[in-house]
């Protein structure tokens, strides 16, 4: 079998079939592997068993109808049941996000929906419900200079002298053309995430930070009935919700038996990193104005 | 496993009134429930609601492929349920997969459906959506492919919803096979409230004593409703509005509607305006 290597939040991959939305990686060693398999659409033993995903410790089974079926096993395989008229872009849009996701917390890391970018050394990290702008935020900051670290999700890993870092993720961005818009970009430029979805993926060709960096600052992006954008910084407890709220326990952690372990992890993380939440009007999506409080911001 | 009361209607048609009403029975509280508080929970098309059980975002699914996964959703909430539960929803009752439809028998209870004179509709969804202008909202009143959250250049934090036309809307519950439906007319829980909600309550196996109904009725008035929303906001305004109640009339289309957009709107739903007692004998309006 002909294998390609690649790199992605710090691990070293290596798949059956191409993923160009990775960054290459050299040398034959891997922590991962991605390869074609019968799956069974049941896992046996399964301890949670949601709408179209089944888990049981260090193994998760992952259903899409008319894409495939991916098993995740160890935090270190991934078998891919390929439904016959699958497109190749739509297999790699679940298999990089959710079920990659699924692997990484199989390996016990702790992994935030969100995007970040770097500054001064810094990662700077944007969450917030789907749909809510942290790609936008993350793509807004790479136009204005800054460079990009990662999107949809933020690896967390104790570095060294206990610092916690964000890993790398892969050089690309998942937009809706009205995003798209905002940003002064041309969605007719770009490929749909797959057939049937407006979203675009776009590749992040330079300023594309491949480094684990420090986090700075994790700024949570909310909507509510209010006319301007604020601030507000979060303490104690209502920090610690920020990581552990249901935007961010994923569902998997309960059939893993990992739920106490990354509640754990992320109290630790949420004692010594600054939290603050973005207040914007419902109605309003206004990237400049937040683009400029912001990074006001991240020098204080 | 039968769970489930849907209160469902077409936008702006006495739903979130009777939420509010709901939770102030359910409560039996001293004052009136926060408005932002309601005991119902999100509504069936809440886009979180489904991403907490699949997986994997439903973003990255076109709208048909998700309508096939709700049916799912509902059964799977409902296996987990204890006791019944009041969902609201604005989809029209629908067939999506195979056959099957969007509200599963298996998951539901019984289904209360409010439904309003569609030329108030008219003007207070125009009003809801933050337009001035009524004959777009007729256009959509009329359109058979009508949906909410249908927008394809971003990601809505509810899911699409079909609504069809004003008319099947209505038909699609009504006359819904094998669904247990009491219907609720907007202007009845008005001009009667004690006999139109204590109606609800029975059908729906609420607790009934005349005091706690009336009571519930008087936290819910249409000024408490307003005023709470006036001092502390109301999460489920939409984006566009400026108000969520704005009026609350009976009516208030005579003061907004040309004649002849009227009679356009007559005219495409006089049928069920007829059956639900919205047209007298001579075809004219009757509130």
């Known amino acids: ?300 | 496993m039968n769970k489930f009361v849907w209160l469902a209607s077409y936008p702006k048609s006495g739903n979130t009134w009777f939420r509010a009403f709901l939770s102030n029975l359910l409560m039996d509280p001293d004052r009136p429930i926060n408005i932002n508080n309601f005991e119902t929970g999100p509504i069936a098309s809440s886009r979180a609601r489904l991403d907490a059980l699949i997986g994997y975002n439903s973003g990255d699914l076109t709208d048909d492929e998700i309508d096939r996964l709700r049916p799912d959703l509902y059964l799977h909430e409902a296996m987990q349920e204890d006791a019944p539960a009041f969902i609201k929803v604005h989809d029209a009752y629908t067939f999506p997969s195979n056959g099957k439809p969007l509200f599963p028998l298996e998951a539901t209870k019984a289904a209360i459906y409010f439904i309003r004179n569609p030329l108030d509709v008219c003007v207070s969804f125009t009003h809801h959506r933050g337009r001035t202008e009524c004959q777009k909202t007729i256009e959509g009143m009329r359109n058979q492919n009508q949906v909410l959250a249908g927008r394809s250049n971003g990601q809505s934090a509810q899911l699409r919803q079909k609504l069809l036309s004003w008319s099947e809307h209505v038909l699609s519950w009504v006359d819904a096979p094998g669904q247990r439906i009491h219907v609720m007319r907007y202007e009845d829980m008005k001009l009667d409230p004690e006999k139109t909600f204590s109606a609800a309550v029975h059908f729906a196996e609420l607790p009934s004593e005349p005091e706690r109904i009336r009571k519930a009725i008087r936290f819910s008035r249409f000024e408490e409703l307003r005023a709470q929303e006036e001092a502390r906001g109301f999460r489920e305004r939409p984006h566009a509005d400026k108000v969520f109640f704005r009026k609350g009339q009976i009516g208030s289309w005579r003061e907004t509607l040309s004649t002849e957009q009227a009679q356009e709107i007559t005219r495409d739903h006089g049928e069920v305006m007829k059956r639900f007692g919205y047209l007298g004998q001579n075809g004219d309006p009757i509130f």
Not at chain 1, 78 to 85: F, N, Q, Y
């Open chain 1, 1 to 300: 079998m002909h294998w390609h290597h690649y790199q992605a939040f710090g691990l070293r991959i290596r798949s059956c079939f191409p993923l160009p939305e990775l960054l290459a990686a050299t040398g034959p060693e891997f922590d991962v592997e991605i390869s074609y398999d019968s799956v069974s659409p049941e896992l046996p033993g399964a301890v949670d068993v949601g709408l179209r995903y089944q888990t049981a410790p260090r193994r998760l089974l992952i259903v899409v109808e008319g894409i495939a079926r991916f098993l995740v096993l160890e935090g270190a395989r991934i078998l891919i049941d390929r439904c016959k008229d699958a497109e190749d872009n739509a297999v790699r849009l679940f298999l990089l996000a959710s079920v990659f996701g699924g692997l990484l917390l199989q390996r016990e890391e702790l992994v935030l929906r969100g995007s970040a970018i770097e500054v001064n050394g810094q990662a700077m990290v944007f969450l917030g419900v789907p749909g809510i702008g942290k790609s936008t935020l993350a793509i807004a900051f790479k136009k204005k200079g800054y460079r990009f670290l990662t999107d949809e999700f933020c690896v967390v890993r104790t570095g060294p002298e206990a610092r916690r870092m964000i890993q790398a993720g892969f050089p690309q961005a998942k937009l809706w053309p009205d995003s798209l818009k905002k940003l002064d970009l041309l969605p007719e430029t770009l490929s749909c995430v797959r057939r049937g979805i407006q979203k675009r993926a776009l590749p992040i060709k330079e300023d594309f930070t491949s480094e684990p960096l420090p986090i700075g600052k994790v700024y949570v992006l909310s909507s509510r009935t209010t006319n301007s954008v604020s601030l507000t910084t979060l303490e104690g407890s209502a920090a610690y919700t920020v990581f552990v709220g249901d935007d961010n326990l994923s569902p998997f952690l309960k059939g893993f038996g990992l739920e106490s372990h990354y509640r754990q992890f992320a109290m630790t993380l949420a004692l010594g990193t600054p939290a603050i939440v973005v207040n914007r009007p419902k109605n309003k999506f206004n990237l400049t104005e937040i683009v400029d409080i912001l990074e006001a911001d991240f020098l204080k």
